[in-house]
């Protein structure tokens, strides 16, 4: 399991870096309604009265911790839209890029899905606020292609949605539901498929042709 800022050598972390550390350990160990504010604490070596005072409260520090487990940040420094290729290249490179990510953390999602829905609080301020960052980040990516003429002057924010519909999808039906694995070939299909219909279409060519 990928711990946040697991990479940080251990003198060097900061009081907030090791309880983060160790509510992502407990929750993911736990659960929300079994971890305590006490037992993160007591992991991270220091007194419940400093948790406190960095978070406030269990619910925000696991508000912060789902938000670091998530790998939305390793998927933005690793996505461009606006690399060299064909439309279609582009967005299956970035879509292979994202699966990896997504399927290396898989664990994590399991433990928020089930977190989430048993507290719709959580579910709102965590779920929709993760959500929303990433339609933001794939939108802006969109209207770079759009602006290199890419793809034809379409609403970058259904385009965005569109595009991560089709990659999410495979991902819950594949990786968190399905047989956790995929033939390597088979999806290669399926994201060039996928692309080709995104940017060409499926309909009827203005010619008549197929």
């Known amino acids: 399991m990928t711990v946040p800022g697991a990479l940080s050598p251990p003198g060097r972390k900061g009081s907030k870096q090791r309880i983060l550390e160790a509510a992502f350990e407990l929750f993911a160990e736990k659960g929300y309604d079994g971890t305590t504010t006490r037992s993160i604490a007591?992991?991270?070596?220091?007194?419940?009265?400093?948790?406190?005072?960095?978070?406030?409260?269990?619910?925000?520090?696991?508000?912060?911790?789902?938000?670091?487990?998530?790998?939305l940040r390793r998927i933005k420094e690793g996505v461009d839209f606006g690399a060299e290729g064909t439309p279609e290249e582009v967005l299956v490179r970035n879509a292979r890029l994202v699966l990896g990510i997504l399927r290396e953390n898989r664990h994590i999602f399991m433990i928020l899905v089930g977190e989430l829905?048993?507290?719709?609080?959580?579910?709102?301020e965590v779920g929709t606020e993760v959500f929303d960052q990433a339609v933001q980040f794939v939108t802006g990516q969109m209207q770079v292609m759009i602006a290199?003429?890419?793809?034809?002057?379409?609403?970058?924010?259904?385009?965005?949605?569109?595009?991560?519909?089709?990659?999410?999808?495979?991902?819950?039906?594949?990786?968190?539901?399905?047989?956790?694995?995929?033939?390597?070939?088979?999806?290669?299909?399926?994201?060039?498929?996928?692309?080709?219909?995104?940017?060409?279409?499926?309909?009827?060519?203005?010619?008549?042709?197929?």
């Open 42 to 71: 007591k992991r991270a070596g220091v007194n419940e009265v400093t948790l406190f005072r960095s978070f406030g409260s269990k619910e925000a520090l696991f508000r912060q911790a789902a938000l670091d487990m998530l790998p």
């Open 148 to 210: 290199d003429g890419r793809l034809r002057d379409v609403d970058p924010f259904v385009a965005a949605r569109s595009w991560m519909g089709t990659v999410q999808s495979h991902f819950l039906l594949n990786y968190l539901i399905g047989p956790g694995q995929l033939d390597p070939d088979a999806e290669e299909r399926l994201l060039r498929g996928w692309a080709d219909i995104f940017v060409n279409g499926a309909g009827r060519r203005g010619d008549g042709k197929r």
């Open 117 to 124: 829905w048993r507290h719709p609080k959580l579910k709102e």
